[in-house]
T-cell receptor, first 116, second 112 residues
Framework: GAGVSQSPSNKVTEKGKDVELRCDPISGHTALYWYRQSLGQGLEFLIY????????KSGLPSDRFSAERTGGSVSTLTIQRTQQEDSAVYLC??????????????FGEGSWLTVV | DQQVKQNSPSLSVQEGRISILNCDYTNSMFDYFLWYKKYPAEGPTFLIS?????DKNEDGRFTVFLNKSAKHLSLHIVPSQPGDSAVYFC???????????FGTGTSLTVIP
């Protein structure tokens, strides 16, 4: 596709339920990132995938959060037993390669999650 | 621990004047810096970047300045236009890291 595509764009869920957020990166981009932005906060790193390497999961806030990337393309972020503090916009981004090579990362429009 | 800081949550300027957005960082290993612009209900979009080997990068109305000794960068927009009203995030990374570190953003309002 032309850009990073995320779904759903909006999700309201009850506390305790599981949610899955999907990201379809730009075709050919080997690097994929998940960030989130809570109300009034900056962008918080969650996880990074690069090609076939083991993902960097250092930003995942708890073991309720997990992510996978199938076939080096589409990624799914799963939040189990959602809590109200999980309410945020979840942003996916992709790039051709690691940031240090000077490539830009491109963001999707985000998935807005509200836990009630 | 906030490694990238934007201490001004908001800024208002008159149309046609200069907007200066500031960003400070703490990690001396950071070597690549970017500015993103975000409109409500949209994802951030890339604006301009600078490598640590430079101290200035210009693209049209946008110029980013980097002061490595002060661990400070700034984004200048001149002349400012109402369409520039958005939240601006600065971000930094290093060649040994995997992630972008983002500031908390500065909301710019350009008054017509």
């Amino acid at each position: 596709g032309a850009g990073v595509s995320q779904s759903p764009s909006n999700k309201v869920t009850e506390k305790g339920k599981d949610v899955e957020l999907r990201c379809d990166p730009i075709s050919g981009h080997t690097a994929l990132y998940w960030y989130r932005q809570s109300l009034g906060q900056g962008l918080e790193f969650l996880i990074y995938f690069q090609g076939n390497s083991a993902p960097d999961k250092s930003g995942l806030p708890s073991d309720r959060f997990s992510a996978e990337r199938t076939g080096g393309s589409v990624s799914t972020l799963t939040i189990q037993r959602t809590q109200q503090e999980d309410s945020a916009v979840y942003l996916c981004a992709s790039s051709l390669a690691r940031l240090s090579s000077g490539n830009t990362i491109y963001f999707g429009e985000g998935s807005w999650l509200t836990v009630v | 621990d906030q490694q990238v800081k934007q201490n001004s949550p908001s800024l208002s300027v008159q149309e046609g004047r200069i907007s200066i957005l500031n960003c400070d960082y703490t990690n001396s290993m950071f070597d690549y810096f970017l500015w993103y612009k975000k409109y409500p209900a949209e994802g951030p979009t890339f604006l301009i970047s600078i490598s640590s080997i430079k101290d200035k990068n210009e693209d049209g109305r946008f110029t980013v300045f980097l002061n490595k000794s002060a661990k400070h960068l700034s984004l200048h927009i001149v002349p400012s236009q109402p369409g520039d009203s958005a939240v601006y995030f600065c971000a930094a990374t290093s060649n040994t890291g995997n992630q972008f570190y983002f500031g908390t953003g500065t909301s710019l309002t350009v008054i017509p």
